[in-house]
T-cell receptor
């Protein structure tokens, strides 16, 4: 079946511009996660959606970052006024609560010039 | 915050040898998972071990869990060049609303 998809796969933007990253989770998965990974580093948790509960935003690094999940499915991560330090690979994952195994998308590589 | 800490940070072995990676964590957990990340297939789930389990096998993978020491090990037997990847442990801490906490990973290089 279809896995987690993310778009775009690559995004190059200029400092100060806003970007939107999209994640389509596996159908039926109730949990959705956004992570950030810098080159050669581990995963940095950003935000976690679980069903209709309020999202866990504790990992968002600043108020320039926001995310929403519409209809319990597709999610969009928005970064406003991008900075060079925002350059990283942004990974989305989904899981079915109770199984907890996370399925990852291929990521969006963001480069801020 | 990162709960899991893998060691070693980097490991280089010859094809056919066994590779052992360790993960330590700080709080009580529901389960611990190991993931692999390489450039070809992205980040992929390998194995999950529950807090009431001590050992689990999947093909050439063997995972152990010692909750008294708050540590886990991942053993890859008869390694292959295709096992070259970064390996991450992730813990599902109790009372953490099922949010996984990730370690920084072990980079494994298997030389042909």
């Amino acid at each position: 079946g279809a896995g987690v998809s993310q778009s775009p796969s690559n995004k190059v933007t200029e400092k100060g511009k806003d970007v939107e990253l999209r994640c389509d989770p596996i159908s039926g998965h109730t949990a959705l996660y956004w992570y950030r990974q810098s080159l050669g580093q581990g995963l940095e948790f950003l935000i976690y959606f679980q069903g209709n509960s309020a999202p866990d935003k504790s990992g968002l690094p600043s108020d320039r970052f926001s995310a929403e999940r519409t209809g319990g499915s597709v999610s969009t991560l928005t970064i406003q006024r991008t900075q060079q330090e925002d350059s990283a690979v942004y990974l989305c994952a989904s899981s079915f609560l109770g199984r907890n195994e996370q399925f990852f998308g291929p990521g969006t590589r963001l480069t801020v010039l | 915050s990162q709960q899991g800490e893998e060691d070693p940070q980097a490991l280089s072995i010859q094809e056919g040898e066994n590779a052992t990676m360790n993960c330590s964590y700080k709080t009580s957990i529901n389960n611990l998972q190991w993931y692999r990340q390489n450039s070809g297939r992205g980040l992929v789930h390998l194995i999950l071990i529950r807090s009431n389990e001590r050992e689990k096998h999947s093909g050439r993978l063997r995972v152990t869990l010692d909750t008294s020491k708050k540590s886990s090990s991942l053993l890859i037997t008869a390694s292959r060049a295709a096992d070259t990847a970064s390996y991450f442990c992730a813990t599902d801490a109790t009372g953490n609303n099922r949010k996984l906490i990730w370690g920084l990973g072990t980079s494994l290089a298997v030389n042909p």
